[in-house]
Nanobody, 120 residues
Framework: QVQLQESGPGLVKPSQTLSLTCTVS??????????WSWIRQPPGKGLEWMGC???????YDSPSLKSRTSISRDTSKNQFTLQLSSVTPEDTAVYYC????????????WGQGTQVTVSS
């Protein structure tokens, strides 16, 4: 059974950098044919795909976030991380990590999500 678990601070101040880690069990983040994504859902809005780390280690970011994101991975810990810089209250959301099969538009395994609030 594949499991993903997000971790990180629940409260971040405006202008700071938000950092979240996704710890994966039951699969390796280097397994051929999958990519590992970050998705968020602001209150009252839909899901927004933010970016991913592929099984080969390449990373892709959503253009809508204007280069504020940085995604990396630690294969020794089977983790991948998200950093979002210069946060504002509009970045308040539930943040999820998920596994996607290449060619799929929706993740097949998701973490439970973690609430992040941006506030001074």
């Amino acid at each position: 059974q594949v499991q993903l678990q997000e971790s990180g601070p629940g409260l971040v101040k405006p202008s700071q950098t938000l950092s979240l880690t996704c710890t994966v069990s039951g699969d390796s983040i280097t397994t051929n044919g999958y990519y590992w994504s970050w998705i968020r859902q602001p209150p009252g809005k839909g899901l927004e795909w933010m970016g991913c780390s592929t099984y080969r280690g390449a990373t892709y970011d959503s253009p809508s976030l204007k280069s504020r994101t940085s995604i990396s991975r630690d294969t020794s810990k089977n983790q991948f991380t998200l950093q979002l810089s210069s946060v504002t209250p509009e970045d308040t959301a539930v943040y999820y990590c998920a596994r996607y099969k290449v060619g799929s538009d929706y993740g097949d395994y998701w973490g439970q999500g973690t609430q992040v609030t941006v506030s001074s």
